[in-house]
């Protein structure tokens, strides 16, 4: 049971470049969710998948799309990455109200 | 819409010392509360979380938080640290009827000292 799964672990990409954010989950959980953490600023929800077939923007949308691409998988994508997407990304998932379950994160840089 | 305040950015306490990580919460609407742990290049983990019922509620590794509506806060505590509780910490809150989502706190860094 290996909970969520996030791929790369790093990341440098430059200006303009565009690239996928892998999760998966074997928790059978419907909720799946994508976060970037920045110093000081907590985590903001970039998008949020509550059930397969259904995403919705958080906080922070702009200059990303996602894909629920089954029940287990949630992929974020950067279509032409800038510096200010330079992160660590986060996906998580839940069956219930508000207990998530998250990933070890990717660390991307965009120079 | 929701709102969470963490009170302090970092908590610099001595092993064994206890210790009080604050938190504030704003809300029109009945919510959920969590408290989750990030040790270094992690993901996060939860620690403990107030549903419903008991004010007092205790988590893993020996922390407890205590709900108090009137004030609107959810202050995390440990009596005694151990230098492994080093990590940072961040209190979120989700409305209690809705599809999941949380709203983070800004986080506290708690730096435990030999």
């Known amino acids: 049971n290996a909970g969520v799964t996030q791929t790369p672990k790093f990341q440098v990409l430059k200006t303009g470049q565009s690239m996928t954010l892998q999760c998966a989950q074997d928790?059978?959980?419907?909720?799946m969710y994508w976060y970037r953490q920045d110093p000081g600023m907590g985590l903001r929800l970039i998008y949020y998948?509550?059930?397969?077939?259904?995403?919705d923007k958080g906080e922070v949308p702009n200059g990303y799309n996602v894909s629920r691409l089954n029940k287990r998988e949630f992929s974020l994508r950067l279509e032409s990455a800038a510096p200010s997407q330079t992160s660590v990304y986060f996906c998580?998932?839940?069956?219930?109200?508000?207990?998530?379950?998250f990933g070890p994160g990717t660390r991307l840089t965009v120079t | 819409a929701q709102s969470v305040t963490q009170l302090d950015s970092q908590v610099p306490v001595f092993e064994e010392a206890p210790v009080e990580l604050r938190c504030n919460y704003s809300?029109?609407?009945?919510?959920?509360l969590f408290w989750y742990v990030q040790y270094p290049n992690q993901g996060l983990q939860l620690l403990l979380k107030?549903?419903?019922?008991?004010?007092l509620v205790k988590g893993i590794n020996g922390f407890e938080a205590e709900f108090n509506k009137s004030q609107t806060s959810f202050h995390l505590r440990k009596p005694s640290v151990h230098i492994s509780d080093t990590a940072e910490y961040f209190c979120?809150?989700?409305?209690?009827?809705?599809?999941?989502?949380?709203?983070f706190g800004q986080g506290t860094t708690l730096q435990v000292k030999p």
């Open positions: 979120a809150v989700s409305p209690s009827s809705n599809t999941g989502k949380l709203i």
């Open positions: 998580a998932s839940s069956v219930m109200a508000g207990e998530q379950y």
């Open positions: 998948s509550a059930s397969e077939g259904t995403t």
């Open positions: 809300s029109s609407v009945s919510v959920y």
């Open positions: 107030y549903l419903s019922g008991s004010t």
């Open positions: 928790m059978n959980h419907n909720s």
